[in-house]
């Protein structure tokens, strides 16, 4: 059975393995952080975050200072999907962002279907009753 994680993951309960949504590449084992099996790309945040002020005028340009903060993207290592970004400090390890019981998943879709697809659209708007609609309601004995 494979459960839907994010847009990018999944995790096959029978392998307990994260693997990619686009291309199938398994990357790691599901009880561990899925970005150890991602390529990592440790990039300059003034690549994304464009200085507003002249660097060669101003130290404060508006833009992260990379000695400070780091910019860290995570690709499928089989088809280059981008799967996360994260701004750590430099030297601290991949942030451990989810982490299932994989047990406790797999009790819990036993007896379900496996879904395929991820639904589109929103859950049916619910009817909101104003706390003063409801009162003359009850009043009146009307149940709408």
């Known amino acids: 059975m494979k459960v839907l994680m994010t847009e990018n993951l999944r995790i096959d309960l029978d392998s307990e393995q994260w693997e990619c949504r686009h291309c199938d590449k398994v990357l790691v084992s599901a009880r561990d952080n899925y970005k150890r099996g991602l390529l990592a790309y440790d990039r300059d945040p003034r690549e994304i975050h464009k200085p507003l002020l002249d660097p060669t005028k101003y130290t404060l340009t508006y833009s992260p200072d990379p000695t400070w903060c780091r910019l860290i993207e995570y690709y499928c290592p089989q088809c280059g999907t981008m799967m996360e970004v994260e701004y750590l400090p430099p030297g601290h390890p991949p ?23 991820e639904a589109i659209g929103k859950e049916p708007a619910q009817r909101r009753v104003h706390s003063g609609q409801r009162m003359a309601r009850m009043a009146t004995g009307d149940k709408a």
């Open 95 to 117: 942030l451990r962002d989810m982490e299932f019981d994989i047990d406790a998943m797999k009790v819990q879709w036993k007896d379900r279907d496996e879904v395929l697809v």
